[in-house]
Structures are given as structure tokens and as C-alpha cells.
């Protein structure tokens, strides 16, 4: 990726709070979806997030556990409460 990645930028200290809040976002959609296809990515570090040129996030280096249903399931209800919950908590 063209836009190197997300330890790089941490160890130049070279983001804005918008920016990594972009990144947080893109980087729960990315892991939900994944979730919800049945895989965990067990390796999930700065190392492994990568940002293209228009700084998006990409997922790297995959060490993949695939997930029963029922755990893809259970996880993917735990994760939709949570971001509800934050979600709300920030409109008051």
C-alpha cells in the first residue's frame, strides 16, 4: 500500500484525531465484515493495518481462525450492542 502502514504513521506521530477516527471506523466495518463471513483475523496489530494512498484501511498479513456460527453469530450480536450503545451515548 502506498500510504505505508499504521505503525509508520504512529511512530511519526503524522495523523489528526479525525484521521483516526476514520481509520478506527473503516478498521470495526472491516473487522465486523469478516466476522460476519465466519474468520477472525488473530493478528490484528498497527503492523497489519495498511493505508492506501487516499488513506483508506486495509487488513494484512491474515492468520485466520475460521468461526462456528454460533461464535460468528454471538460475536456479531455483542459487537452491533456496542456500537449502538456508543452510538447513543454520543447523541445525548
Not at 6 to 27: N, P, S
Request: proline fraction near 2%; charged fraction near 25%.
Amino acid at each position: 500500500m502506498t500510504g505505508g502502514d499504521l505503525r509508520f504513521h504512529i511512530t511519526r506521530k503524522a495523523f489528526t484525531e479525525e484521521a483516526v477516527r476514520f481509520w478506527i471506523a473503516e478498521l470495526g466495518c472491516a473487522l465486523r465484515y469478516i466476522h460476519q463471513q465466519g474468520v477472525v483475523h488473530r493478528d490484528v496489530k498497527p503492523d497489519n493495518v495498511l493505508l492506501d494512498n487516499e488513506g483508506h484501511v486495509h487488513l494484512a498479513d491474515f492468520v485466520c481462525q475460521p468461526l462456528s456460527k454460533k461464535h460468528a453469530a454471538s460475536f456479531t450480536d455483542w459487537a452491533n450492542r456496542n456500537i449502538e450503545r456508543r452510538n447513543g451515548s454520543h447523541s445525548r
